[in-house]
């Protein structure tokens, strides 16, 4: 599903975000990027869905290759990849339900079927009786579990997380992360950048760990926290 | 789709409008403003040039005999004019009824002819142009011809102010590309400036379109309808204005005793075609202006 061979990204003349960078995805995985500030989680994801390009390298997402992939193919291909992100990013002016839409509308979807898959996705994710309130009248984990429901209405193929869990507790990151686990227990890939070590070792998936740029371990599933509990206990106390 | 995205177009161009008011009245009335300017300078061209085609079309030719040419070689000498394409009408005027014209025009001036043993003025050639002959150039051309008869002493016609008046025409045409382009480039930037607030103020929203897999005609369209849309009132506003101006102003200027040119003649406003252009130029720079804005956001 997402292939990466040798990927190198640069920023400016000096900074490496990225050094070399090889991993492979498959379809219908869930999986955890960590690291510390500054490891690369973000520029790798950002690349993923073609918002920074590789200076280096070769990324395969769903079978394209991105360094071949032409300017206006671009949002074709960010429909097949739904994007959460730590601060929402939700239009503030729009109604739940018109943020939904919204993101349906912008595919091309017909109008018939809007209002039932809106309808049908906030469900999904128990904002039903919120679909009239504004972005900002919501909690920090019900504006999360809206940006989820754009995210996976328009059923992508690969679900992006960049720290969804950043801003909100333990309690709701928990609500997150199951709301998550459903939507890959329906086929959906997905990747997740985050600190939470907590949440990591909760969920027991596939992890990747990057620093400086560079994958320093790739941990399957059942494995993972036996082999990472030094680390774990390390990166937990710059959790928030 | 398209008609889905059509309509989605416009009712975020009307959003965008309504949320920015203030600017977008502003961008509206100095486009109407800006268009009223070319507009009146247009009806005052417009009208020069009806005049102007008028007097030309007017333009007599008389061409005068030689002195003892008899009625029958005038007659000879009219068929032979006919011939010409450029000829619509050719009237004779016998040195007899030159006189009896020259005395009922200036009967005033009758002291002149008195003690003449003989008629003086000369016979002549009244002639009428046809359709194709009415231009400088053709006119011209057709003295020429006359000109090499040798029956003919002399050709006449408006030279000099038909000259001037087309070189007036010219100057005026060339007056109205400068002022046309100015406003034009002023117009554009206008827009420009009014949707780059909007797209400004809206970022963070484009940002989420550009994520969740918006094409860039698809981001840009709201915003091109917006430029559109204060084109199209901007120009509509303009119309409003020059009709109120050649209505309620204009006859109390021709009232007025100062302009006695515009008095004896009578104006007319802009043709229906004139109307649809200054409608289409409004719209046309709204939409390059807010293309201008939209795609340099796009970029980054």
Request: charge should be positive; include cysteine.
């Amino acid at each position: 599903m997402i292939r990466m061979s040798n990927v190198q990204k640069r920023y400016g003349r000096e900074f490496r975000a990225i050094k070399g960078l090889s991993l492979h995805i498959r379809r219908g995985e869930f999986v955890f990027i960590t690291g510390p500030s500054g490891a690369g989680k973000t520029t790798l994801l950002k690349m993923i869905y073609c918002e920074q390009k590789a200076d280096d390298g070769e990324i395969l997402v769903n079978g394209r290759n991105l360094s071949r992939l032409r300017r206006g193919s671009i949002p074709y291909l960010r429909r097949n990849i739904g994007v959460v992100f730590q601060d929402f990013k939700l239009i503030h002016s729009k109604s739940v339900f018109d943020n939904i839409v919204f993101a349906l509308r912008v595919v091309g979807t017909p109008k018939s079927d809007t209002k039932r898959r809106a309808w049908d996705v906030l469900r999904r994710v128990g904002l039903q009786h919120k679909i009239n309130s504004y972005p900002l009248c919501l909690s920090g984990g019900e504006q999360q579990r809206v940006a989820i429901a754009r995210a996976v209405v328009n059923d992508p193929a690969i679900l992006i997380a960049d720290e969804p869990t950043g801003n909100l507790d333990a309690a709701v990151a928990d609500e997150i992360m199951s709301l998550l686990e459903e939507i890959h227990v329906r086929g959906t890939t997905v990747v997740v950048a985050t600190h939470n070590m907590g949440i990591v070792h909760r969920m027991k998936k596939r992890v990747i760990r990057l620093e400086d740029g560079k994958c320093v371990s790739d941990t399957d599933a059942p494995d993972a926290f036996e082999l990472d509990e030094d680390k774990i206990a390390l990166v937990k106390p710059s959790v928030g | 789709m398209f008609v889905q995205n059509f309509s989605y177009f416009i009712e975020e161009g009307f959003r965008s409008l309504r949320h920015n008011r203030f600017m977008s009245v502003v961008a509206i009335v100095t486009i109407g403003f800006a268009l009223m300017i070319f507009g009146a300078f247009l009806i005052v061209y417009s009208n020069v040039q009806q005049i102007t085609d008028g007097w030309i079309q007017e333009v007599e030719v008389t061409a005068y005999l030689r002195q003892g040419i008899s009625d029958d070689a005038a007659d000879e000498i009219k068929k032979r004019l006919w011939e010409n394409r450029e000829i619509a009408s050719v009237a004779y005027v016998s040195q007899e009824q030159a006189l009896q014209r020259f005395k009922s025009e200036h009967a005033d001036a009758a002291y002149l002819l008195e003690g003449l043993t003989n008629n003086p003025l000369p016979a002549s050639f009244e002639i009428g142009l046809s359709k194709e002959a009415r231009s400088r150039e053709a006119v011209e051309r057709l003295v020429a011809k006359l000109g090499k008869l040798p029956e003919l002493e002399g050709v006449q016609y408006g030279e000099e102010w038909t000259k001037s008046l087309l070189t007036f025409l010219k100057i005026l045409r060339l007056l109205g590309f400068i002022l046309g382009g100015l406003l034009g480039v002023a117009i554009i930037f206008i827009i420009a400036n009014t949707v780059r607030l909007t797209v400004y103020a809206r970022r963070d929203e484009l940002a989420v379109m550009r994520l969740i897999g918006a094409t860039n005609w698809f981001i840009k369209g709201p915003f091109l309808t917006e430029g559109l849309l204060q084109g199209l009132v901007g120009a509509l506003l303009s119309l409003g204005l020059l009709f109120g101006m050649y209505h309620f102003w204009l006859p109390r200027l021709q009232a007025s005793a100062g302009i006695f040119f515009l008095q004896s003649v009578p104006l007319s406003f802009l043709s229906v075609d004139m109307l649809l252009w200054i409608v289409a130029a409004g719209m046309l720079m709204g939409f390059f202006g807010s293309l201008m804005s939209v795609g340099r956001f796009l970029k980054i």
